[in-house]
């Protein structure tokens, strides 16, 4: 619990000490919200900040505690119904938007299943037989802060008087860059290189193909794409896909989520927008029509992994703290907001799921969505590494989703 509110990015740091920060953060999250906070849920891709917090434990209770504890018993019976989140081999569950109704169990009652469930993970952390589990599920938790963090902005977002969960934070200096980084191409080598902990999905390593090609050194802002919108960029059919085109007449978009005037909404309420920020809560869609009027395209997600894999996974602005979050600027090409690639999400040559209910953790997705690569400021530091793969449907836009360009060399 000592590392909670200072940054943190698992090196050097054992199994033990990575399981209980992780935990920590999570709470210390959800401690600048009520139990009305906690409970909203403002659309089905979003979960409640009740949830996040116990369906994660409920991972731990059932993954670890269930299966690798001979003598553990189930804090309630009546949690794995209301706490699982789409495992099929974990049998029935309550309907993914239902679970803003869950007025019961309270935001109290929560936090003493986790620390129940914490108290009684202390026996396994130490256990070589669990290690790789336990890895997984520390993953699984940064991933639910993320989300945390996002879905409880859609959801205050609502609110008329535009609260925000935290007080106004200063901006932190700018670090921008202009130009492009090249590659010759070539033979890259894609995938998990043997680490120490990765997810499914970004394996097995392979060899891919590149011609040569060019990244942007910084990820587009909001000035650049206020001079998208002047110029048009809403309302010219020529520079969208189809789809995106009928996304945007349907919905009515004629900015990025977030937006109004000259204002952004944000963790501590209605901010005014930086124009040298990065520009964050686009879609797919938006990511390629901008790049279209800006005369590039999208990366694919190998030309981005080759680019980025000897860059350090852990620079540029990422979660360290329970403290206001805003994309900043930065010359690394991790942090600020989740990259859109062109790449479909699909599994790579010779892909097996592993087996067991966890199998179900990625493998089932790779339809319909595509990759991004990267951090987010909602990203927990040493989350992330080059071989990550994000993944979204393209309409989506209420996770920090973000543009790098790409251009053919």
């Not at 309630?76 to 706490?83: G, K, M, N, Q, T």
């Not at 993320?146 to 879905?151: C, N, S």
């Not at 209605?270 to 029509?289: K, L, M």
């Amino acid at each position: 619990m000592e590392h909670a509110h200072r940054p943190f990015d698992g090196a050097d740091y054992t199994l033990a000490e990575r399981f209980r920060h992780a935990r920590a953060l999570s709470e210390a999250l959800a401690a600048h919200l009520s139990d009305a906070d906690a409970t909203i849920q403002s659309m089905e891709d979003a979960s409640p900040t009740k949830w996040h917090l116990a369906h994660t434990t409920w991972f731990w209770e059932t993954f670890l505690l269930r299966d690798r504890s001979n003598d553990f018993r189930l804090h309630d019976e009546r949690f794995p119904f209301l706490f699982n989140s789409y495992y099929e081999a974990e049998g029935q569950r309550i309907g993914r938007f239902s679970r803003g109704m869950l007025s019961r169990p309270t935001l109290e009652e929560v936090i003493s299943y986790r620390h129940a469930i914490d108290q009684a993970m202390e026996v396994l952390l130490d256990r070589e037989d669990c290690s790789e589990l336990i890895s997984l599920g520390i993953a699984h938790e940064q991933q639910h802060q993320e989300l945390l963090l996002t879905d409880i902005k859609h959801a205050l977002f609502q609110n008329p008087l535009g609260p925000g969960m935290f007080d106004h934070a200063a901006h932190a200096s700018q670090d921008t860059a202009t130009g492009w980084l090249e590659h010759p191409g070539g033979i890259a080598m894609i995938g998990h290189n043997g680490a120490p902990f990765a997810f499914d999905n970004e394996g097995p390593r392979h060899r891919v193909l590149l011609e040569p090609f060019a990244l942007s050194r910084s990820l587009v802002s909001n000035g650049e794409w206020a001079e998208f919108i002047a110029d048009g960029g809403y309302r010219t059919p020529s520079l969208w896909l189809s789809d995106g085109w009928a996304w945007v007449q349907a919905e009515g978009i004629v900015a990025p989520l977030y937006w109004h005037d000259d204002d952004q909404f944000t963790h501590a309420g209605w901010e005014s927008r930086v124009p040298h920020a990065p520009v964050t809560h686009i879609s797919y869609y938006e990511a390629d029509a901008f790049a279209a009027w800006a005369g590039h395209r999208l990366p694919t997600e190998f030309e981005w992994e080759a680019l980025a894999s000897q860059a350090d996974p852990s620079g540029g602005d990422q979660l360290d703290q329970a403290a206001a979050i805003m994309p900043r600027a930065t010359t690394s090409l991790f942090g600020s907001g989740w990259q859109w690639t062109r790449s479909a999400y699909l599994p790579y040559p010779r892909f097996k799921p592993v087996a067991g209910a966890v199998g179900e953790y990625n493998g089932k997705f790779m339809s319909g969505q595509f990759v991004l690569k990267g951090a987010s400021c909602a990203t927990a530091r040493g989350h992330s590494r080059a071989s990550y793969r994000n993944f979204f449907h393209p309409h989506q836009r209420w996770q920090f989703t973000a543009l790098r360009l790409a251009k053919d060399t």
